[in-house]
């Protein structure tokens, strides 16, 4: 309740421009930038993404950020953002430096970024928490897991980057590389996973780390609105949990990558995506065999793709629909019910622009499957249906968003 509160007490706040004037000042000074979000959320079965929202309404939808930038020359910027969340089970108020960038700019095909950088992989990684850029209160969910958010955010290392014109008439090519440490977090989806299997607890789970590569390729072409590009990421993943007890295990894998191919097009106030991710990932399990997800080493394969459209009228107005599709390769050795192995989602959208500070969103998703349990729930975890899971779901999401 007391988010609620907060909730519509910045609504409000922000619904009256005198309240809130644009400044003018030179963007040299520093510049300040903030967010909060609040959401309910309820489904007609399953709990999901780790709320106790089966038939009933979960306010457990909370997150916020603020930052700040310094530009310092044309060629020079220093930035960071502290954020936090509560998503059901995760994030529970803790929050952290989700970014920290010095990025300078040498040529326009070539610059630098060091510190914490958020990820660029496919259309909307590096932008997924900007609720104002996107029609959906969720990104699809087969390419953009918001559980496991924090894995893919960012890391710590450096990026190199650029724009190259292609000609007069070649459109511009822009791309990215980057290598550093991947970021993890004991609130995020997989410790919340690791604490599902037996005699095992959140608590008990103790780090999970990894290096972290690649790149990104994206050419806007000289068709008006066009946007074709490609992503990959190479990572190395260790994890240990249970440790000083007798269920301590390690995790690593032997291979683990991650390819993103994606369209954009846009034409006055339409807007169509689609992408296609797919993540190929060998595990290596070494503890007690209560404690090993499936083998001691096994192979999973995930693809998920969607296309989606929005469009915008009476400048106030957005409605927004896609079509996502999860799904995962079952091992041979695993007998699993109709619903495990896939998700398929409809979802529809409708938004509000208050003003350019203010949104409210309504969303319905309507889910065939549940993602596979035990390894890659996609936002339905046994833990949170000892009941079992129900073969479809329906939810209705309700949202309101402030921009500062």
Not at 10 to 25: D, G, M, N, S, Y
Not at 100 to 108: D, E, L, M, W
Not at 200 to 206: C, G, I, Q, R, V
Request: hydrophobic share 35%; glycine share 10%.
């Amino acid at each position: 309740m007391t988010r609620i509160l907060v909730a519509l007490a910045l609504t409000v706040l922000c619904a009256f421009p005198a309240w809130t004037q644009e400044t003018t000042e030179d963007n040299r000074k520093v510049q300040f930038h903030g967010f909060f979000s609040q959401g309910i959320v309820r489904t007609d079965g399953n709990n999901w993404l780790t709320m106790q929202n089966g038939d009933q309404w979960s306010t457990d939808f909370t997150e916020f950020g603020g930052n700040l930038w310094k530009e310092f020359t044309d060629k020079l910027r220093v930035g960071a953002q502290i954020y936090d969340r509560k998503l059901g089970e995760l994030g529970q108020w803790h929050p952290q430096l989700d970014w920290a960038v010095v990025s300078y700019k040498f040529r326009p095909w070539l610059g630098l970024r060091v510190g914490k950088v958020k990820t660029v992989l496919g259309l909307y990684n590096d932008t997924q928490d900007f609720d104002f850029l996107h029609t959906p209160v969720l990104l699809p969910q087969s390419v953009y897991p918001t559980d496991v958010r924090d894995t893919t955010i960012a890391h710590v290392g450096g990026d190199l980057y650029g724009d190259v014109t292609l000609g007069d008439n070649g459109g511009t090519l822009s791309y990215t590389v980057y290598s550093g440490r991947r970021n993890d977090s004991e609130d995020g989806g997989y410790a919340y996973l690791l604490g599902d299997l037996p005699q095992t607890t959140k608590k008990a789970f103790n780090y999970m780390r990894g290096g972290q590569m690649g790149w990104d390729v994206r050419w806007a072409a000289p068709v008006a609105g066009l946007l074709i590009g490609v992503s990959r990421i190479d990572e190395d993943i260790s994890a240990r949990f249970g440790e000083g007890t007798p269920i301590k295990t390690t995790l690593s894998t032997t291979f683990n990558w991650t390819n993103q191919f994606y369209v954009q097009y846009r034409w006055n106030n339409l807007q169509i995506d689609s992408e296609y991710r797919e993540v190929k990932r060998n595990v290596v399990v070494d503890g007690p065999t209560a404690c090993r997800c499936l083998n001691p080493e096994f192979l999973t394969h995930v693809q998920g793709w969607y296309v989606g459209a929005s469009y915008q009228f009476a400048q106030k107005f957005h409605v927004g629909s896609y079509y996502s599709n999860y799904e995962i390769d079952i091992p041979p050795n695993l007998a699993v019910p109709p619903g495990q192995g896939h998700d398929y989602s409809k979802v529809v959208t409708f938004r509000y622009d208050v003003n350019r500070h203010v949104n409210v969103k309504v969303e319905g998703h309507f889910m065939d499957g549940y993602g596979l349990a035990r390894i890659y729930p996609n936002g339905f975890y046994r833990k949170d249906n000892p009941q079992g899971l129900k073969d479809n779901t329906n939810a209705l999401i309700i949202k309101t968003s402030v921009a500062f």
